[in-house]
Structures are given as C-alpha cells and as structure tokens.
C-alpha cells in the first residue's frame, strides 16, 4: 500500500508482525482478549476508550503506557466514525485487542475496523489530517488497509515489562 494512500508518515513497518511465532505468543488459549463492536456514532469513541482503558488495568498495563495506546485508539475509532460511512447511515466499528507476550516482554496489538469505503486525501486539509501521525507516535507500529469495502488500522504499542506475579 502506496504511503500517499495510508498517510503513513514513512515509518517503516515490519511486515512479519504479529504473526511471527518468534516475535512472541498470544497468552494461552483463554487469553486475554477484548472484542466490541459498536455503532459508528460519536458517543461509541469514548465507550471503547472506556472499555480499552478497563481492559489495559485488568492486564496490569503500566499508567504511563496507557495514556499512549488510549490516544492512538481513539485516534483510529474517530476516524472509522467521521470518515467510513460519510454517504450513508452509519455502520460499525469493531476493535479487537489481544495480548502477546515473550519472557522479556508483552504488548497489545488492537485492530480497529469499519465496513465503509476509503476516502481519498483531502484537496484541502489545512487544521487536520494528525490523527495518523498522532497514531505513529504513541505506538511502536501501525498498519493501515483502507479498500472500498472498510478500513482496517492494526496498532502494536511499544513492549513493557511482564506482568508482576501476583499471590
């Protein structure tokens, strides 16, 4: 996919993410997941914040990381909700978040989805278009498929520590 059509901001991506058995595993098979699907309505941005936030501190996700993987998603869900269904009734937008980790290490991977179509760079887009850069600075990847048919934005947050053992 052509830079100029993501507004990917140049960062180079690393192709073999998630599914490279050696960049880590998903946590077992009941593993920590958070699946929502919502109506593509501003009101569903701060209820899957809400609910990304929870699922962060049931992890043991460190406060200073939270803030970070928070903005890049509502980043990514408020442009499913403004962007993917402009022409017609709203549809939904779905995130699904999954936990990876290895001995030295866990992250997140959050996929945000809509069923809408692409819509092409704005002509004019003085005073916007920081979403996607604001989804590169607070993670460690972003992966954007934007079709005819939906958008699909993959983040990866940046490796904290493993969860601390707890009695």
Same mark, same amino acid.
């Given at each position: 996919?052509?830079? @100029?059509?993501?507004?990917?901001?140049?960062?180079?991506?690393?192709?073999?993410?998630? $599914? /490279?058995?050696?960049?880590?595993?998903?946590?077992? @098979?009941?593993?920590?997941?958070?699946?929502?699907?919502?109506?593509?309505?501003?009101? $569903? /941005?701060?209820?899957i914040r809400d609910r990304v936030r929870r699922w962060l501190q049931a992890l043991g996700w460190p406060g200073s990381q939270v803030g970070d993987v928070l903005l890049a998603t509502s980043e990514a869900v408020s442009n499913a909700i403004e962007h993917a269904y402009r022409s017609r009734m709203p549809g939904l937008v779905e995130l699904e978040g999954k936990l990876w980790a290895t001995r030295g290490g866990r992250w997140v991977e959050l996929r945000i989805r809509d069923f809408g179509s692409w819509r092409p760079v704005p002509v004019y887009d003085e005073?916007?278009?920081r979403g996607i850069p604001l989804m590169y600075a607070c993670m460690d990847d972003v992966k954007i498929d934007g079709?005819?048919?939906?958008?699909?934005?993959?983040?990866?947050?940046?490796?904290?520590?493993?969860a601390l053992a707890t009695s």
């Amino acid at each position: 996919m052509s830079p @100029s059509k993501t507004g990917d901001t140049g960062r180079r991506h690393d192709d073999r993410w998630p $599914s /490279d058995p050696a960049a880590g595993q998903a946590q077992g @098979s009941n593993s920590p997941t958070l699946r929502v699907s919502l109506p593509a309505v501003p009101v $569903s /941005d701060s209820l899957i914040r809400d609910r990304v936030r929870r699922w962060l501190q049931a992890l043991g996700w460190p406060g200073s990381q939270v803030g970070d993987v928070l903005l890049a998603t509502s980043e990514a869900v408020s442009n499913a909700i403004e962007h993917a269904y402009r022409s017609r009734m709203p549809g939904l937008v779905e995130l699904e978040g999954k936990l990876w980790a290895t001995r030295g290490g866990r992250w997140v991977e959050l996929r945000i989805r809509d069923f809408g179509s692409w819509r092409p760079v704005p002509v004019y887009d003085e005073n916007r278009r920081r979403g996607i850069p604001l989804m590169y600075a607070c993670m460690d990847d972003v992966k954007i498929d934007g079709t005819d048919h939906g958008t699909e934005i993959s983040l990866r947050s940046r490796i904290v520590p493993p969860a601390l053992a707890t009695s």
